[in-house]
């Protein structure tokens, strides 16, 4: 393999930056010439690209976003589109393709790599770590330490004014973030899509803790369960607090990538260049137990969802 090429694709998340720079620069190492695609499968099929150079990643590494920049592209679910994009890897000579991105991103790969043969390998680059095959994605630890900082000056105001604030935080249908952002933030109430909620048992969780000497709450609501404004219909007649809601957007996914997506980032650009070196496609690298793993990309994304229900009766025991 002489020539290879990355992108980033989807929502972009902390230590993109990192990984392209990863992938460049080990390429670099065994001397292939790497392209950068610009705004993910989109420009793959528009041919829209750059040549990547040691230098074109320097002073990168500790930016949030993507140099490359990125997007959520339908032509790629047409047979045409991923025709296209073949095409443009042909007549550009690149023969193995690294996908920065998530879920959907991963069904770009896949399809290249089993309808038209073209090795790839899939980095799992999301906020929301809903890829049940690693432990965690890039930008994730990023985007609930962002989460956690919010959710700390949150408290502040909340306590002087003796409120109950609902935090809305992303993730789609994935509870993750709410989950460890509320842990980590020693947050009452966690809502996710994963676990029924029960009003009942929430407005008594409330009472309890005011009565052993709280004076304000916090709820993390995961996006994929409702908007924090409806959430709090459900509370606001039923409860003599006043409630405000706060939804955190799109901050959580900008910002400088914490110590371990930078470390995530390096491991896994770096392992995707040596698999493609050794002529091996059509996998993704992941993290579990802390070891960097490869694994077939049909069998990772067919994973189910593992909810860390553990983790969520830890929270349920200490936050009173
Ligand atoms: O997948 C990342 C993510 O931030 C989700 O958590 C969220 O649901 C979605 O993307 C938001 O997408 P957009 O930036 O297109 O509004």
Do not use: W
Request: charged share 25%.
């Amino acid at each position: 393999m002489k020539k290879i090429a990355v992108l980033t694709s989807g929502g972009d998340a902390p230590g993109m930056n990192a990984c392209i720079r990863a992938v460049v620069r080990n390429a670099k190492y065994y001397g292939l010439d790497v392209m950068g695609i610009r705004r993910g499968f989109t420009g793959l099929i528009e041919n829209d690209m750059q040549n990547m150079q040691m230098r074109s990643v320097s002073d990168i590494l500790h930016r949030g976003g993507t140099m490359l920049r990125t997007a959520r592209c339908k032509e790629m679910l047409t047979l045409e589109g991923r025709k296209k994009a073949v095409k443009t890897l042909q007549e550009n000579g690149i023969e193995g393709l690294v996908v920065i991105g998530g879920n959907g991103s991963f069904m770009g790969a896949k399809a290249l790599t089993e309808e038209f043969n073209i090795p790839t390998i899939g980095i799992p680059g999301t906020i929301d770590n809903d890829l049940p095959y690693t432990d965690y994605t890039l930008g994730f630890d990023t985007a609930v330490n962002t989460c956690i900082d919010i959710v700390n000056k949150l408290r502040d105001t909340m306590a002087s004014h003796e409120r109950i604030n609902i935090v809305e935080v992303m993730g789609r249908s994935c509870g993750d973030i709410a989950l460890y952002t509320g842990i980590a933030s020693g947050a009452e109430i966690i809502v996710v899509p994963e676990v029924q909620y029960d009003i009942d048992d929430i407005l008594f969780r409330i009472r309890r803790s005011r009565e052993n000497g709280k004076v304000s709450n916090i709820i993390v609501l995961a996006e994929g369960v409702c908007k924090a404004e409806e959430f709090a219909k459900l509370l606001k007649d039923k409860i003599e607090y006043s409630i405000r809601c706060t939804t955190i957007g799109h901050i959580q996914r900008g910002g400088s990538p914490t110590m371990y997506d930078r470390l995530l980032a390096a491991q896994f650009g770096v392992k995707a260049v040596e698999l493609l070196k050794a002529g091996i496609g059509k996998r993704v690298v992941g993290i579990k137990n802390n070891a960097i793993i490869d694994l077939d990309i049909i069998e990772a994304i067919s994973m189910k969802s593992q909810f860390n229900l553990q983790l969520y009766n830890t929270m349920q025991r200490i936050s009173m």
